[in-house]
């Protein structure tokens, strides 16, 4: 296929908010993507920690083909029994109590921003302030990328929504002096920071936040968009940390790339919302719950949290080997993250070559920012998958 013409139609016809790529995909499976010129890539970004079941798992292709031909779309007006399945195995996986879904991560983070204000509302008129950490991210809805601290997503799109305020991540000094109990109706966090270079947080400044949070009547949202869905080897990050957050978001892998997002609350925070409060037109459609059914079912029946977990410190083990000083791949200084989501931090800026050569060679990697590799592999991957991508990555080092 001619990458050229599609290049230009791409600058042409589709809003220039995406760099033209220059990797142009057409098929996957499993672990592996092919471009449109049958060129194979080893795929170790996933979509973005969306592809956890791998590319077009049997499984849930199946689920979703079928459910296509019996019931694609009824509203929320009438019973969708595969939703009711969703949230009851949803629950029960993560201990929440009830949830709502919607068609992406930003809506999930939406629905969690209004829910926790309408629950603060219930105690007092002037509880809505939400505080987020500088460097999160949170979405891209003008509410979402307000709430997520870094100015580069807020610029141009004054006036910002009201009521959000921000303080440095990993820091408890900073959110106890900002924390307003008459305030203040949440703060939300992400327990590894994905967007902003792969940070996660310590497990005091976690378990800090909690006990803040619970001592002043705020609630605790914990934004598991990234993380959730068993990709650091527990079904949600917090629970690494001993957290139980009052309000959690999902979405990313949760339909295995079919889009869907869910907010999982307590029932104290959920029994602020009644009917007409909050809605989608497409959230928890047939198609969604299908897609998000099987993914759960795929990732008990092949145990892909564990595998997470298991390959997680492999992956760690294999590429922190690259930190020789003195090597060419001495271009990696140090390696961060919790099972399948692993950040390479680079000692130069980098990034994009890097991520643009380790593509040349066949391996698909994320960049963030100039100096930091973003490594999110579907779950499914293997030892010779990890092995495979570590040699391509320092191959790539080396030929920098
Ligand atoms: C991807 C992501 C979002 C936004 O999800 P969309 O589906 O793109 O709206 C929000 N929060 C985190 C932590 C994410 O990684």
Redo the contacts with the bound molecule.
């Keep these: 296929m001619d990458i050229a013409s599609l290049s230009n139609d791409f600058e042409k016809y589709l809003l220039g908010v995406f760099a033209t790529p220059s990797v142009w995909l057409e098929k996957g499976s499993g672990m592996k993507v092919w471009d449109v010129n049958g060129k194979e890539y080893l795929d170790f970004l996933g979509g ?2 969306v592809c956890a079941t791998g590319h077009c798992h049997a499984k849930v292709s199946s689920a979703l083909c079928a459910q296509v031909q019996k019931l694609m779309h009824c509203s929320n007006l009438y019973g969708i029994p595969n939703e009711v399945e969703l949230a009851k195995r949803l629950c029960t996986s993560t201990g929440y109590d009830r949830a709502f879904f919607s068609n ?4 999930a ?1 939406e629905a969690a921003i209004k829910m926790a204000r309408k629950w603060a509302h219930t105690i007092g008129d002037d509880k809505s302030t939400i505080i987020s950490a500088s460097n999160s ?4 809805t003008l509410v ?1 990328a307000t709430a997520t601290g870094q100015p580069k997503f807020q610029a141009g799109y004054n006036p910002l929504p009201k009521g959000f305020e921000y303080v440095p991540y990993n820091n408890i000094s900073a959110l106890q002096d900002k924390l307003d109990k008459k305030t203040t109706a949440a703060v939300m966090l ?1 327990p590894i920071q ?2 902003g270079g792969v940070i996660p947080a310590s497990k005091e400044y976690l378990r800090s936040a909690r006990d803040i949070c619970a001592d002043t009547n705020t609630l605790l949202v914990m ?1 598991e ?2 993380t959730g869905m068993g990709r650091t080897g527990k079904f949600l990050a917090s629970e690494h940390f001993g957290v139980k957050p009052d309000i959690a978001t999902l ?2 892998a949760l339909g295995s790339g079919f889009p869907i ?1 869910a907010t999982l609350a307590t029932e104290n925070v959920a029994s602020a919302m009644g009917p007409g409060d909050h809605g989608s037109t497409f959230g928890g459609n047939p198609m969604a719950c299908a897609a998000a059914l099987a993914t759960l079912d795929v990732m008990e029946e092949e145990d892909l949290m564990d595998n997470a977990l298991k390959l997680g410190s492999y992956l760690t083990d294999r590429l922190t080997v690259l930190l020789k000083p003195g090597a060419p791949e001495a271009l990696i200084g140090s390696v961060r993250g919790f099972g399948l989501l692993q950040g390479v931090v680079l000692n130069s800026p980098v990034a994009v070559e890097l991520k643009n050569k380790c593509a040349e060679l066949g391996l698909l990697v994320g960049s963030i920012g100039d100096s930091v590799l973003r490594l999110a592999p579907p779950l499914i991957a293997t030892r010779d998958d990890i092995d495979a991508a570590a040699e391509i990555l320092e191959d790539a080092c080396g030929k920098l």
Excluded: L, V, Y
């Design positions: 973005i920690a992406s991560g930003a809506e983070n991210f949170h979405g891209r979402t992400e994905g967007e934004d968009i990234q979405a990313k997002g």
